[in-house]
């Protein structure tokens, strides 16, 4: 247990694990005149601890438009010579592969050879490290000619992309250094117009009968037509498409927890209410479930603007599970299930905050490991990877921002940065 202050003089106790009241009350007889915050509900900062607890609450939230909304992008710097990511201690983090170009979306073939998605010029590009030594040796593009591809999937030893207007079936990856074909398993127009929120997700279903896209609304917040601001499952033999899940604004990350069909999400909320709304969210996605946007948020709560247009609609909107910090911009997740991270991290969730644009004191640029007990979110998270922001606050001045996490074979967690054009790898090195 550590005592931080943060930037209005609060402070707060944070741990690898869990807040302790006994911990807690002795900091309190330590330091009587100051009043201990649990968790905080946005980045401290740039210096932020590794292990700085998080647990935001529905019925803490402020009310819409309790602080303005403000524009406040971050500064893109180069990589300072030395910089060096921050992990929990045990862990070991190096540069896996540099010189990308906005990668994505990552998966991790039998052999572990990476694929990897480069969304800015449209391609797939093939990782290799072909003396194990944790850096990548050979950057080789293995198809080319999509538009913004993000989603990424292998299954039955076949390559599947996902870009903004189709899913394409690009062929065996067994190998091969360059795709077989390429051929889209979508209807023109299944994934929804061009423009707004560009990524598609791609996670095909445990049985493998089926397969899931994400996609997003084109505006902030606003009525649009299906299928923006859903996801959508598609059956894989004979192409049939269905809405799995709706009011989603923009949801990006898919994953099913380990050894079960339940599928869970990442969303980014909408903007333009105030710094501390409205929060992302990771939640299990209820079949035929509808998450409010834009009507609603985080359960009945209307939307300002739209919530008069369909009350019966704010009525219905489903609690998310866990509540992100407001605007940090969770762009995917992976649940652990590999077998070299330390047994207490098996079954938990990491996901990639690719930082904030609209909130007066930045928030995210980092990873964050999202607690799960017996499979179930206990609604808390703590930050697992920390660094790529490295000073400032109006606006942060970042050098990275992640935006994509798979693991290894090994059960190494990889990290894909979009805006440096890197890959990091993290790794127990402990006892």
């Known amino acids: 247990m550590q005592l931080q202050f943060d930037r209005h003089g609060r402070a707060i106790l944070f741990g690898v694990k869990s807040f302790s009241v006994v911990a807690g009350l002795t900091a309190l007889l330590l330091c009587p005149s100051l009043a201990i915050e649990e968790r905080p509900t946005a980045s401290i900062g740039a210096d932020e601890a590794i292990g700085t607890q998080y647990h935001i609450r529905v019925d803490d939230l402020p009310a819409p438009y309790a602080t303005q909304s403000v524009g406040n992008r971050p500064v893109i710097i180069d990589r300072p010579a030395g910089a060096q990511l921050r992990v929990p201690e045990g862990f070991e983090v190096s540069l896996f592969a540099d010189g990308l170009q906005h990668p994505r979306g990552m998966v991790v073939a039998p052999g572990g050879v990476v694929f990897l998605t480069e969304a800015n ?212 997740l992976v649940f652990y299930d590999g077998d070299q991270f330390p047994d207490a991290y098996h079954g938990d969730a990491f996901v990639a905050f690719h930082g904030s644009w609209n909130a007066s004191e930045p928030t995210g640029y980092k990873v964050v490991r999202v607690h799960f007990e017996n499979g179930e979110p206990v609604g808390s998270y703590e930050t697992f990877v920390a660094g790529f922001w490295t000073e400032g606050d109006t606006p942060a001045r970042v050098w990275g921002r992640p935006a994509g996490v798979a693991l290894t074979q090994e059960g190494h967690l990889l990290i894909a940065d979009d805006e440096g054009g890197t890959i990091w790898q993290v790794r127990w090195a402990g006892d």
Do not use: C
């Open 121 to 332: 010029v449209g391609q797939v590009t093939r990782l290799v490290d072909l003396d194990d030594d944790g850096l990548v040796d050979t950057k080789t593009v293995f198809a080319r000619d999509f538009r913004l591809p993000s989603g990424i999937a292998i299954h039955e030893g076949d390559l599947y992309v996902a870009d903004e207007r189709a899913v394409w079936w690009l062929g065996t990856v067994e190998g091969r250094e360059v795709a077989e074909g390429k051929r889209p398993i979508t209807r023109a127009g299944a994934l929804g117009d061009a423009g707004g929120h560009w990524t598609r997700m791609l996670k095909f279903s445990p049985d493998g009968k089926s397969f899931f896209v994400s996609v997003g609304s084109e505006s902030n917040v606003n009525e649009e037509p299906k299928p923006r601001a859903t996801i959508q499952q598609f059956d894989l033999e004979n192409g049939a498409q269905t809405m799995y899940a709706s009011g989603l604004r923009n949801p990006i990350g898919l994953a099913f927890y380990p050894g079960s069909d339940r599928l869970f999400t990442v969303v980014n909320e909408r903007d333009g209410l105030g710094d501390g709304l409205v929060p992302d969210f990771l939640t299990e996605v209820t079949q035929g479930g509808f998450y409010g946007w834009p009507y609603a948020y985080l359960g009945p709560k209307a939307d300002p603007k739209f919530g008069d247009i369909r009350p019966d609609l704010v009525a219905a909107t489903l609690e998310p599970d866990v509540l992100l910090a407001a605007h940090s911009a969770a762009l995917d």
